[in-house]
T-cell receptor, first 114, second 115 residues
Framework: AQSVAQPEDQVNVAEGNPLTVKCTYSVSGNPYLFWYVQYPNRGLQFLLKYITGDNLVKGSYGFEAEFNKSQTSFHLKKPSALVSDSALYFCAVTMNTGFQKLVFGTGTRLLVSP | DTAVSQTPKYLVTQMGNDKSIKCEQNLGHDTMYWYKQDSKKFLKIMFSYNNKELIINETVPNRFSPKSPDKAHLNLHINSLELGDSAVYFC??????????????FGPGTRLTVL
């Protein structure tokens, strides 16, 4: 069965500093990986996804993520954090099963301080 | 011009009652989903429908019954509500059923509180 781990419940970073939100996955085949962000009292918004090809994926709002097959990781990064990036971030995985069944991690709260 | 909308946004009700949550998407997508987010923010899929046909049913109690009158709508009816049903329920949609790579678009959520 596929699973996702987000080892940090919360990440704290100062505005202007780089940020990393960690994600590792476990699947029995090739994964499709996603990052979503949830702002308070809102639904999830898509940030980026890795399907195949270049391991570095660029997404919305200046975020990027690097797929690392050997480490089974898909960490989310941003070179310079903004206070407005403070939110709950979810990593999710699915596989090529013919239909999409996303399995989400437990979420990481990002807190960017001014 | 909301892509995925849900009503109501908040729902407070007593144990044992029956309630429904409605979802509509105007994206022209073929597939719709229901997710449950618990108090610890853990998000888990409940159902998915493709063109009104049930695709995924994640061992959800049969008190939960999704209904899709057309491919733009997926409603969730819950019978005999229990305290443990308190959660935020999210609807989502994606373009095609037979693509694991599609992006899902989420609604704003319905916060259900069972007293």
């Amino acid at each position: 069965a596929q699973s996702v781990a987000q080892p940090e419940d919360q990440v704290n970073v100062a505005e202007g500093n780089p940020l990393t939100v960690k994600c590792t996955y476990s699947v029995s085949g090739n994964p499709y990986l996603f990052w979503y962000v949830q702002y308070p009292n809102r639904g999830l918004q898509f940030l980026l996804k890795y399907i195949t090809g270049d391991n570095l994926v660029k997404g919305s709002y200046g975020f990027e993520a690097e797929f690392n097959k050997s480490q089974t990781s898909f960490h989310l990064k941003k070179p310079s954090a903004l206070v407005s990036d403070s939110a709950l971030y979810f990593c999710a995985v699915t596989m090529n099963t013919g239909f999409q069944k996303l399995v989400f991690g437990t979420g990481t709260r990002l807190l960017v301080s001014p | 011009d909301t892509a995925v909308s849900q009503t109501p946004k908040y729902l407070v009700t007593q144990m044992g009652n029956d309630k429904s949550i409605k979802c509509e998407q105007n994206l022209g997508h073929d597939t719709m989903y229901w997710y449950k987010q618990d108090s610890k923010k853990f998000l888990k899929i409940m159902f998915s429908y493709n063109n009104k046909e049930l695709i995924i049913n994640e061992t959800v109690p049969n008190r939960f019954s999704p209904k899709s009158p057309d491919k733009a709508h997926l409603n969730l009816h819950i019978n005999s509500l229990e305290l443990g049903d308190s959660a935020v329920y999210f609807c989502a949609s994606s373009q095609m059923m037979d693509s694991s790579t599609d992006t899902q678009y989420f609604g704003p959520g319905t916060r259900l509180t069972v007293l």
